[in-house]
């Protein structure tokens, strides 16, 4: 079986799916690996690096799709300008795609459809479960430990505010206010590089035990209320709350919109779309040149202001609303991604290269699209389905 590994298209996405050390792993496994032309040039991995490892170059992506029986990517297929197609389409009938699909995110399910209309078998990332045995897998908690730091810094550079408290000859500047929704992995490190800079720190999250780590960190931490059996799911993620209960968070979160200079906003359910803490009227409430920074944009932002892929500015706040800010930070990025992606291909194909097993618990998981149909629960249920597509 051949691996493709495609350049990303994504603007400013500099990531790689696979990195040289990676692709040497496939081979050893079994697998022939073929590498588009520069796909290594982001993180400073020429071609020659990848062709010393084993890997086949291919300049012309078309060919790389279509000769492909399995794409390894970063994030989802998109729309390609260079050659004018989208990259789904491009995919060989009855393949393999393995990536972030995101398959949840409203502007996604054509997409999710054509995949399905190809007989693709489509893993996504994100849906790998919160178990020990699949910790070498999850990239979305080591893309989220990148994102939570970066988010922190972008938002720094924008804010025309020092972020510590500065004492000058003529008077004390404050220290800015930050303000992080949902304390995951993205949130936990956001607290920890804002505290870094010298930020004074609070934290709202639905889980009682997101709330005492974001504590441990030096966030003061917003009272919230709820009943835990309707806020924590499986494996400790966070659930969709009822429209009651969201109402409820909303007010809780006003009075400290008013006060912040920065949120980080990053409350999600996993593989499903992400719940609207910030309405359009709530941003009007926020200090003018004050920053968001909606992290869960991939899932449908939990700001209703955020325009996905930008950056802009509405009632004088800075939303940012771009989608790939852990390949801002490409290099430690790709490395861990691509050990990442190794491990899940490892599992994948532990009876041999060949030979999907689809009856492991994180394939399951995992799983998109198959056999001509949409099984994803967080798809089907974000497409208004209650029953296999």
Not at 7 to 18: F, G, M, N, S
Request: with cysteine.
């Amino acid at each position: 079986m051949r691996i493709g590994i495609p350049r990303e298209i994504l603007p400013e996405e500099k990531r790689v799916a696979a990195t040289p050390e990676t692709v040497l792993k496939y081979i050893q496994m079994g697998f022939s690996v073929a590498v588009e032309s520069a796909a290594g040039e982001g993180v400073g991995r020429s071609d020659e690096e990848y062709q010393n490892a084993g890997a086949v170059i291919i300049s012309d992506v078309e060919k790389l799709f279509s000769d492909s029986d399995i794409i390894l990517k970063v994030k989802q297929p998109v729309f390609n300008d260079a050659i004018d197609r989208h990259e789904a389409p491009m995919l060989k009938d009855g393949s393999i795609l393995i990536t972030f699909l995101h398959p949840a995110a409203h502007g996604n399910h054509d997409m999710v459809r054509v995949l399905r209309d190809k007989n693709i078998t489509a893993f996504t990332m994100d849906g790998i479960p919160r178990i020990p045995r699949a910790q070498r897998m999850d990239a979305l908690s080591s893309m989220s430990t990148v994102t939570g730091y970066k988010a922190v810094l972008v938002a720094a550079n924008r804010l025309p505010k020092f972020v510590p408290m500065i004492t000058t000859a003529i008077g004390t500047v404050k220290p800015a206010q930050f303000l992080v929704v949902g304390a995951g992995v993205v949130g936990l490190q956001a607290i920890a590089t804002a505290k870094r800079l010298g930020g004074v720190v609070k934290a709202l999250d639905i889980r009682k035990e997101a709330c005492t780590q974001a504590e441990s960190l030096g966030a003061k931490v917003a009272p919230f209320d709820i009943p835990q059996e309707l806020a924590v799911g499986k494996g400790g993620y966070a659930k969709s709350l009822e429209a009651e209960w969201l109402e409820i968070e909303r007010n809780v979160m006003k009075p400290l919109l008013e006060e912040a200079d920065v949120v980080v906003l990053s409350a999600l359910v996993p593989g499903e779309v992400a719940p609207i803490l910030i309405t359009a009227e709530m941003v009007r409430v926020m200090k003018r040149d004050a920053v968001i920074m909606d992290i869960a944009i991939d899932q449908g932002g939990n700001c209703a202001a955020t325009e996905p892929g930008e950056f802009v500015q509405k009632e004088g706040v800075h939303i940012c609303g771009i989608q790939n800010i852990p390949g801002r930070m490409a290099v430690h990025a790709s490395w861990l991604y691509a050990n990442n992606m190794y491990h899940y291909v490892a599992n994948l194909f532990k009876n041999g290269v060949g030979t999907l097993d689809l009856d492991d618990e994180i394939a399951k998981e995992s799983l998109v699209t198959y056999q001509g149909k949409i099984v994803f629960e967080g798809a089907l249920k974000a497409m208004g389905f209650h029953y296999v597509q």
